[in-house]
């Protein structure tokens, strides 16, 4: 069983940051994609970001692309995700996923494993 416990919760002012990891455990997942997906009230579960086992192969949602990093460690198996520049818009819960299929997804039905969610807020 593949676990994927995420850290970082906040609550933070809009402009400010967050950093969110996640420590993938259990099965090896080798040089599976990592991602983060999120989700808000009432809205479908959304991706947010994906980093392919090669640290050069990385996407962003348009929403975060240049206000987001997403970092990932093989040795430790850790992906993270640094957000700055954070907007109320970007409240929600969020969840570190894992894929075993070659390639990064922007599918959250693609995502095998997820983490059990940690929740960001953002106030105005």
């Known amino acids: 069983q593949v676990r994927l416990p995420e850290s970082g919760a906040g609550l933070v002012h809009s402009a400010g940051s967050l950093r969110l990891s996640c420590a993938a455990s259990?099965?090896?997942?080798?040089?599976?994609?990592l991602g983060w997906l999120r989700q808000a009230p009432g809205k479908a579960r959304e991706f947010v970001a994906a980093?392919?086992?090669?640290?050069?192969?990385?996407n962003y949602a348009d929403s975060v692309r240049g206000r987001f990093i997403i970092s990932r460690d093989n040795a430790e198996n850790t992906v993270s995700l640094q957000m700055n520049s954070l907007k109320p818009g970007d409240t929600a819960v969020y969840y570190c996923?894992?894929?075993?299929?070659?390639?990064?997804?922007?599918?959250?039905?693609?995502?095998?494993?997820w983490g059990q969610g940690t929740q960001v807020t953002v106030s105005s």
């Open positions: 996923a894992a894929r075993t299929k070659v390639g990064i997804s922007i599918r959250a039905y693609e995502y095998e494993y």
């Open positions: 259990g099965r090896p997942l080798g040089s599976v994609p």
């Open positions: 980093t392919a086992w090669s640290a050069g192969r990385i």
